[in-house]
C-alpha cells in the first residue's frame, strides 16, 4: 500500500478504486429495489458516457 502511495498513478488508481465502489453500491441498490426501468436506463446512461 505504501508503494502505491509514492506511484504517480496512486491518485488515478485511488479514485478509480472509489468510484469502482460507489458504482457497485450504486448497481446493488437499484437491483436491490427490483425496479427493472430505473436499472435499464442506467445502463443505457453509462453507455453514453
Known amino acids: ?5 509514492n506511484k ?3 491518485i488515478s488508481q485511488l ?6 465502489t ?6 446493488m441498490d437499484i437491483l ?3 425496479t427493472v426501468m430505473i436499472s435499464t436506463g442506467y445502463v443505457e446512461v453509462m ?3
Open 1 to 5: 500500500m505504501t508503494e502505491l502511495i
Open 8 to 10: 504517480p498513478k496512486s
Open 15 to 20: 479514485f478509480r478504486v472509489v468510484f469502482d
Open 22 to 27: 460507489e458504482l457497485v453500491f450504486a448497481i
Open 32 to 34: 436491490l429495489k427490483d
Open 47 to 49: 453507455k453514453t458516457i
